[in-house]
């Protein structure tokens, strides 16, 4: 089973005021594991470590056993991608269009075909490709946030860490991405969600979690 775990996490932005101290959990990269916890209990922080962003962690971080410290940060990311909680941070050009086409670039660059019928496709699923060229300071917050959910599509295959995904979502929306989740699920394809609104994904959590005082606390199985 190929898992992420996480021992003995210690981390402080600034001295004396550490956001974990010896947290350990495991995150199992075929399931679905949530974690909530108040705001500034350090989740964003988390996943900024996970995703390479931060590296001046103590304790050992690893995935299928390979310590993650010597791991490239490029080949982090064949492994794992990030949806950001601010939407804005997620996109990186002008238009949908356009940043869909950045994430595409470790695709064949001579099938221009296919590149172009799959951001078509993945803004569809997020109905945001008629927004295809329109620039995102000319779009709504909701909006910006389906670039970011598209960009995902384009990571199929990897594990997602995703920092608050559904907020700011019309609830079609939030039911067409509770519905991929559910797909890649059946595919032993798994993520770690970070929200406030765990009912939401209730059917789809193997396990959910919660940091309290610094620390991963176990909130086990719902409904079992
Ligand atoms: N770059 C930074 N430098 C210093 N302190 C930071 C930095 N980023 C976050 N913090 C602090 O670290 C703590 C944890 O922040 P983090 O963003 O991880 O919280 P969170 O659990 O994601 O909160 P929220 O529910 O509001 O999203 C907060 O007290 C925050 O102010
Ligand atoms: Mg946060």
């Known amino acids: 089973m190929k898992i992420i775990k996480i ?12 956001i974990f101290t010896n947290a350990s959990i495991e995150l199992p990269i075929n399931e679905i594991s949530l974690i909530k916890g108040a705001n500034g209990s350090g989740k964003t922080t988390l996943c900024r470590i996970l995703s390479g962003l931060e590296k001046n962690y103590s304790g050992l971080i690893s995935f299928n ?15 794992v991608t990030y949806l950001k909680q601010e939407p804005l941070s997620n996109v990186v050009a002008a238009t949908p269009d356009e940043d ?6 470790g695709f064949d660059k001579n ?47 990897k594990y997602w860490i995703l920092d608050e995904p559904i907020s700011g979502l019309d609830n ?3 039911g067409i991405f509770t519905s991929i989740l559910e797909e890649r699920k059946t595919l032993g394809k798994g993520c770690l969600i970070i929200s406030h609104k765990e009912d939401y994904f209730n ?17 086990g199985k719902r409904f079992f």
Do not use: C
């Not at 295809?132 to 960009?151: C, H, N, T, V, Y």
């Open 203 to 219: 059917n789809l959590i193997d396990k959910s979690y919660s940091i309290e005082n610094k620390k991963f606390e176990n909130y």
């Open 7 to 18: 021992e003995d996490l210690s981390f402080a932005y600034q001295l004396n005021n550490p």
């Open 172 to 174: 079609t929306l939030i």
């Open 100 to 105: 869909l086409t950045l994430w595409q670039h």
């Open 65 to 79: 056993d390979l310590d993650f410290k010597s791991v490239s940060f490029a080949d982090k990311a064949q492994v």
């Open 111 to 157: 099938n221009e075909k296919s590149h172009s019928e799959l951001r078509y496709k993945v803004m569809k699923k997020f109905k945001i490709e008629h927004l295809k060229d329109k620039p995102f300071w000319e779009m709504s917050g909701g909006q910006i946030k389906r670039i970011g959910l598209a960009a995902l599509l384009i990571n199929y295959d």
